[in-house]
């Protein structure tokens, strides 16, 4: 009697639970988890795993540059897994050893080794700038302003951390060459020397 008491007790209280533990992972109540199929996954990382639902989209600006005179947006579009098209628009306006008032264009192609938006990248490209700068008046006689364009190509390397919300960060780092230098509408005459050129990148993808 006691031993069919037993079974019948064990019978109701453990049927549940092994049915429920025989249930797929995805199936079970994990809904204040982070889990791909009940594999645990960082909050905010199960893009990194996921091959479907690629942001495709990305609209970003320099938040440190907006503090030095740089104001800039940029816009790039995945077209494919791991090639993006970025183009960048930046209106300059600052002093640093004389003063920069103009405008900067540039349009670039970043690879990424991983995915679009994530990891590793590499990021040729060309560029377009157009200001009216003044020397540092080191005398206070008054230096005039002389108009500068010049245009040439870029690489830079860097990376990209994109989380599920689609928010997202960049920096990369390379340096950049002009091909058309000119001066008050003439062409300099010594070859220009390459400069180190980078940005960070704060935006929202999707």
Known sequence: MLRTVLAALATTVLAPALAHA????????WDNVSHINGQ???VGERNEYLKSGMKRVNLSTNPVGWL???YGL??????????TV???IEKLHYEFFGSVDGHEMSLSAPIYLRRAFSGPFLEPGVYHRETSETDWDLFGDGETPYQHTATGAMVLAGWHWTYDSGFNF??????RRAMSDTVDGQAMTESPEPEMTGYVRVGYAF
Not at 74 to 83: L, T
Not at 170 to 175: Q, R, S, T, V
């Open 22 to 29: 025989e249930e797929p992972s995805s199936q079970q109540p």
């Open 40 to 42: 645990l996954v960082k």
């Open 68 to 70: 030095f005179g740089f």
């Open 74 to 83: 940029s816009a790039a579009v995945a077209v494919s897994d791991n090639v």
């Open 86 to 88: 970025r183009g960048n």
């Open 170 to 175: 960049a920096f990369a780092l390379g340096g």
